[in-house]
């Protein structure tokens, strides 16, 4: 037998097993291999994921620093670091199944996870199970709602008059709609003369008087007032004043010897009714209501 032959024929039995192969994997045989392989380790994932990511105690809500996420997402990167860590950038990974069962206000969670990767070109499928604990803080928006922080106020009021309750349960939940993720109203004040909302922006305030002169009619204007500075830049609170529509549905003004029963707010343009005597219709601009009187 050559010296050639023996080099063969060594390589072709597994040095810890013994058994006969044609592939080695790092210098074993596939069975070997995926014996000394390991994709989770729980201990490690569950210290990731705790010193990542907290829990905010008042609104519930994930957060990695200041960036609201998902307990999910984090415990899927904090696996793919680890195996990346382990077995190299390179290697695959895919999540079969991800599942957290966690009670609400509780500061532990239990994680299911099923994973699967190809390592030197062997796939390799893997389970495991366990709990990890959840930091528990205060998150800026909630730690500024608290404190009663606010950026603009959104005045609701109505021409010559006092807007009724209807019409202002339907501006605050125009407003509210408005909200975006992380904006919020720290204070809501119901006044003789209408509603005022405390927001988190002047942004989201121009965005609700925009709301509630879209769906209800009305006109809205803003100012704005120095606060303070910071940094050197000067910092603003602005007020959105805005006017619902000086008559609603069903109220009957008089204006040049008519009596007019008002049918539709049209917003923005005016309003249009019909005349209580002739049954003729009329739409009454904006610039006449004024001239108006309500009967």
């Not at 975006?180 to 004040?189: A, D, L, M, P, T």
């Not at 709301?211 to 940094?231: C, D």
Request: include cysteine; hydrophobic fraction near 35%; proline fraction near 3%.
């Amino acid at each position: 037998m050559t010296e050639h032959d023996k080099r063969s024929r060594w390589r072709s039995f597994c040095p810890q097993c013994g058994r006969e192969t044609e592939t080695f994997y790092d210098n074993l045989c596939e069975s070997c291999f995926r014996a000394g392989l390991s994709l989770l380790d729980p201990d490690r994932i569950a210290e990731d994921v705790h010193a990542s990511v907290s829990v905010c105690q008042h609104c519930g809500s994930f957060f990695k620093g200041n960036e609201r996420t998902e307990l999910e997402v984090v415990v899927e990167d904090a696996v793919r670091r680890a195996i990346s860590k382990t077995y190299g950038p390179e290697c695959p990974v895919g999540l079969m199944e991800l599942r957290i069962e966690r009670d609400e206000g509780a500061r532990s969670a239990h994680v299911f996870l099923r994973v699967k990767a190809e390592i030197k070109g062997v796939p390799v499928v893997e389970s495991a199970e366990f709990s990890l604990l959840v930091r528990r803080a205060i998150c800026v928006q909630c730690s500024r709602i608290a404190g009663g922080y606010y950026a603009a106020i959104v005045q609701i009021r109505a021409d010559w008059r006092t807007p009724n309750e209807d019409e202002l349960e339907a501006a605050a939940a125009l407003a509210y709609g408005a909200l975006g993720k992380e904006e919020f109203v720290s204070k809501q004040q119901l006044l003789k003369e209408g509603l005022d909302l405390y927001v988190s922006s002047a942004e989201v305030g121009r965005r609700m008087a925009k709301a509630i002169v879209k769906h209800m009619g009305g006109t809205y204007a803003e100012s704005q007032k120095l606060y303070g500075r910071r940094g050197g830049r000067e910092l603003y609170r602005v007020t959105f004043l805005v006017r619902l529509p000086g008559y609603t549905e069903g109220d009957v003004l008089e204006l040049a010897g008519k009596r007019i029963a008002v049918e539709r707010i049209v917003p923005d343009e005016g309003l249009e009714g019909i005349d209580v005597e002739t049954g003729e219709r009329y739409f009454v601009p904006l610039r006449d209501q004024k001239r108006a009187k309500r009967v």
